[in-house]
């Protein structure tokens, strides 16, 4: 059975950082291609961000560029998200994401709150 | 960027009625379309994965159709529990890109 399970998320001043981590199990995590998706309260959906198998492709909005990174340890299975710069607007749930052939797996989410 | 577009925003249905639900993609994403319902303070719930192929545990009443640009998402009898927000989500290029909602209230 497929599982993610982030963890990481809190409150935290703008200007500030946090890292978020999503733990894998139920498949082969090094051959997958992983994704961070946000939701702001009461909004919809965003990509925030995604990373390839291997970790040698990189995607980010414009809105996170130079902000967020992604990485993934594929010897512990773990996909992380380091958030520096934070900034309001980026108080979200994020979820980690695994597309694979037969569906796409979301993870319960871990609300990131930006605030004073 | 793929711009996907849900009409309606909202959709107002009695129970047992039947809804239909559209999601337009500005450029194609072939059968790469998903379809996801979510109540609040929940995760999206995948509902239809390949524009028609319900994910497993869902019901019959959900089904999908529509290929490149167009995508359907049908309802066939509304039962209490359906009524919630519903995305559409293109991952046939990066970045991925959803919808902005189509909301399903109770008439």
């Known amino acids: 059975e497929v599982q993610l399970v982030e963890s990481g998320g809190g409150l935290v001043q703008p200007g500030g950082s946090l890292r978020l981590s999503c733990s894998a199990s139920?498949?082969?995590?090094?051959?997958?291609?992983m994704h961070w998706v946000r939701q702001a309260p009461g909004k919809g959906l965003e990509h925030a961000s995604a990373?390839?198998?291997?970790?040698?492709?990189?995607y980010y909005p414009d809105s996170v560029k130079g902000r967020f990174t992604i990485s993934r340890d594929n010897s512990k299975n773990t996909l992380y998200l380091q958030m520096s710069s934070l900034r309001p607007e980026d108080t979200a749930v994020y979820y980690c994401?695994?597309?694979?052939?037969?569906?796409?797996?979301w993870g319960q989410g871990t609300l990131v709150t930006v605030s004073s | 960027e793929i711009v996907m577009t849900q009409s309606p925003a909202t959709l107002s249905v009695s129970p047992g009625d039947g809804a239909t639900l559209s999601c337009r993609a500005s450029?194609?994403?072939?059968?790469?379309l998903a379809w996801y319902q979510q109540k609040p303070g929940q995760a999206p719930r995948l509902l239809i994965y390949?524009?028609?192929t319900r994910a497993t545990g869902i019901p019959a009443r959900f089904s999908g159709s529509g290929s490149g640009t167009e995508f359907t998402l049908t309802i066939s009898s509304l039962q209490s529990e359906d009524f919630a927000i519903y995305y559409c989500?293109?991952?046939?290029?990066?970045?991925?890109?959803f919808g902005q909602g189509t909301k399903v209230e109770i008439k």
């Open positions: 390949g524009a028609s």
């Open positions: 139920g498949f082969t995590f090094s051959s997958s291609g």
């Open positions: 994401v695994r597309r694979s052939l037969a569906a796409i797996y």
């Open positions: 989500h293109q991952y046939n290029n990066w970045p991925w890109t």
């Open positions: 450029q194609s994403v072939s059968s790469n």
């Open positions: 990373i390839s198998g291997d970790g040698g492709t990189t």
